[in-house]
């Protein structure tokens, strides 16, 4: 489990990008904390991190992940200290597990049901087993996202993400585009873009 900061600690005013923004991710070996740290940076946003209450550590716990992640099992989390609705965004972060988000996020989404404003996501990734992260998390969300962004691990060994997540920090940065709840259907509080940033 990442322990690179404390739960709900803040990087930022959270309005960087003129709008109240949080930031809130898992990560288990510390690789999308790096991302979420940066893209918090760069928006001036708040940060949640997910703590999960089961050991995922080594092969053992990664195992486990796989597993639970298959069958869509969402983790036993620590009761997060911000709520989404407070916030006009909240960028969700995860890895993939067995070609799904972590059982951690799936169980934050849960907590929130009805309560995400615009949302953004990214996930971080040793493979291009994604393709179906961004319709789930927009499921559990019940909406569509303002941008998505995916980092590989070879991207963050090399440091050839930051350019990147720089394009995604515009995207969220600039005029949502027009909006549309999860069916389709014109909404004026509700984002959508399905475009993968690959």
Do not use: C
Not at 70 to 95: H, N
Not at 144 to 162: C, N
Not at 176 to 191: C, H, L, R, S, V
Request: no cysteine; net charge positive.
């Amino acid at each position: 489990m990442d322990g690179s900061r404390n739960k709900g600690q803040e990087i930022g005013s959270g309005n960087g990008n003129g709008r109240r923004t949080l930031v809130a991710y898992y990560s288990r070996t510390g690789n999308v904390a790096k991302v979420a740290d940066e893209v918090a940076r760069e928006l001036g946003a708040d940060v949640e991190r997910i703590i999960d209450r089961k050991d995922r550590r080594g092969i053992r716990g990664w195992l486990r992940a796989g597993s639970d992640s298959t069958r869509r099992k969402p983790a036993d989390i620590v009761e997060p200290s911000r709520d989404p609705a407070e916030y006009d965004l909240v960028i969700i972060g995860s890895s993939i597990w067995n070609k799904t988000i972590t059982t951690p996020v799936r169980a934050y989404m849960h907590k929130f049901p009805g309560r995400f404003p615009r949302v953004a996501f990214f996930v971080n990734t040793g493979f291009n087993r994604y393709a179906g992260a961004f319709e789930e998390l927009g499921g559990l969300a019940g909406k569509a996202p303002v941008a998505t962004l995916v980092i590989h691990d070879r991207e963050l060994k090399r440091g050839a993400h930051l350019a990147k997540i720089q394009e995604f920090v515009g995207q969220l940065a600039g005029p949502f585009p027009a909006q549309t709840d999860k069916t389709g259907e014109a909404n004026p509080g509700i984002a959508a873009s399905d475009e993968v940033n690959a």
